[in-house]
């Protein structure tokens, strides 16, 4: 499998711990954002988007993160990153959208590109759109999280789950942009415990190929 993504890209990062979490292999092909190399031509024949991650398995192509998670759960099972029953696949799936489709899309990269070339927004007014959002969705993601009694060291149970694919890269997105995480100690907590793992620690931006030495 090739799987094309950037380093700080946080769709490619949840995608690299789910693949890793899998005990997958693949070759990974770095698509430069910051030099706009997915919207050149030949990247964008194979996602008219010009959107990372793109995963190339023998002769299918799969795009979109919460696609490309749905694909490996189905076609490789074990260990599975989904509960066995359908309430808890629907909670998993919940959570996961509270990121992936209301914190992270307002606050990519096309977005922030968008308010500093096009709108004149300065550096300091990036970070406060990017403060606004994120606190905001922690602070109802923090509110699920803590009142499931039944949760453990994960978003959901004893092992990681679609949620925590999501949700370790936007607490990196959200240390980048100076968010004050202190409101959020089950947040916190389930972080510091992923970390720990090797799924996890390999996915991270900075063990990536394309990672700068310094940024």
Known sequence: MKLYGYFRSG???RTRIAMNLKGLEYDYLAVNLAQDEQLAETFKTLNPQGLVPILQADDVLLYQSPAILEWLEEVYPVPPLLPSD???RMQVRALSAM???????INNRRILQYL???LSVDEAQ???WCNR??????AALEKRLAADHTRGKFCYGDTPTFADCYLIPQVSSA???EVDLTPYPTIVAIDAHCRTLKAFIDAEPMQQPDAPQSI
């Open 99 to 105: 990121i992936g489709c209301d914190i992270h899309p």
């Open 175 to 177: 240390r980048r942009f």
């Open 11 to 13: 769709t490619s990062y």
């Open 116 to 118: 500093r070339h096009e």
């Open 133 to 138: 959002w994120i606190s905001e969705g922690f």
């Open 126 to 128: 990036v970070i406060t």
């Open 86 to 88: 359908a309430a808890g």
